[in-house]
């Protein structure tokens, strides 16, 4: 377990730095985005920054709030500063703690497409998870088409697209700069034969927008066409 924790500490190091890449390269014509990974147990979790407003990418384990937090900590980002979490599909690695981050202030960005998978989400914990259900009339549901105005109002240019393939509810945020966040969005050569289209479709739209680089929700940021392995 030491063995892991250390090369997914270095992974994330690696994240961080190709992510300050990033925002040298990103500036805005306001502000620069800042991105920063406050990930653990395998799975990457985005905190983009606009100044001190932010929005955070997908929402921790269940009943592991205690290391969310103690990861913002060590970014010097008070919980407060969060204006929304957005889960890029519900799965209880990517959302198990997005209760925990409401009752904390964290006011949780829905899609509309997505709302049907949250109560679903429980049927894959167990009782030690210690998952708190998501309550489901106090989230922000929006459109597809309503994501870039509501992104401006937190000082981030960008849109949230359906890129469904690996889940029916899946999502990416893609930042006007090149920079998408696309969960676990399956590569296009890992993709079953029965799901091949639907990865291919999310992929070329996330090209056609404009994605140059893929910040993924396990594993490193990569450029869009990197092979896998590569």
Same mark, same amino acid.
Request: with cysteine.
């Given at each position: 377990? +030491? ?58 384990? %269940? ?35 997005? +209760? $925990?981050?409401? +009752? ?7 899609? /509309? ?13 167990? %009782? +030690? ?19 870039? %105005? ?33 969960? /676990?969005?399956?590569? %296009?050569?890992?993709?079953? $034969?029965? /799901? ?11 090209? $056609? ?15 869009? /066409? ?5």
């Amino acid at each position: 377990m +030491q063995i892991g924790a250390a090369i997914y500490n270095l992974q994330s190091a690696i994240c961080n730095l190709q992510s300050a890449i990033y925002n040298l390269q990103s500036a805005m014509a306001t502000m620069a985005l800042t991105i920063v990974n406050v990930g653990y147990r395998s799975t990457n979790y985005w905190l983009i920054s606009a100044g001190t407003s932010r929005l955070l990418v997908d929402l921790g384990w %269940p009943g592991r709030m205690g290391e969310l937090q103690a990861n913002l900590r060590r970014a010097d980002v008070p919980l407060g500063e969060i204006r929304y979490g957005l889960a890029t599909h519900y799965h209880i690695d990517h959302a198990g703690c997005a +209760q $925990e981050l409401k +009752q904390a202030g964290v006011p949780l960005l829905v899609l /509309d497409v997505q709302a049907a998978a949250i109560p679903l989400m429980k049927r894959h914990t167990k %009782p +030690q998870d210690n998952y708190l259900d998501i309550t489901t009339h106090d989230n922000r549901v929006i459109t597809f088409a309503e994501s870039r %105005p509501l992104l401006k109002t937190i000082g981030i240019d960008g849109e949230i697209l359906p890129t469904p393939g690996h889940s029916d509810d899946s999502v990416s945020l893609l930042l006007d700069g090149g920079a998408a966040f696309t969960g /676990d969005l399956t590569h %296009p050569a890992m993709a079953g $034969e029965d /799901d091949a289209a639907v990865v291919a479709a999310s992929w070329r739209l996330l090209r $056609e927008r404009g994605a140059t680089m893929v910040y993924p929700g396990h594993g490193p940021v990569r450029m869009i /066409d990197t092979p896998l392995g590569g």
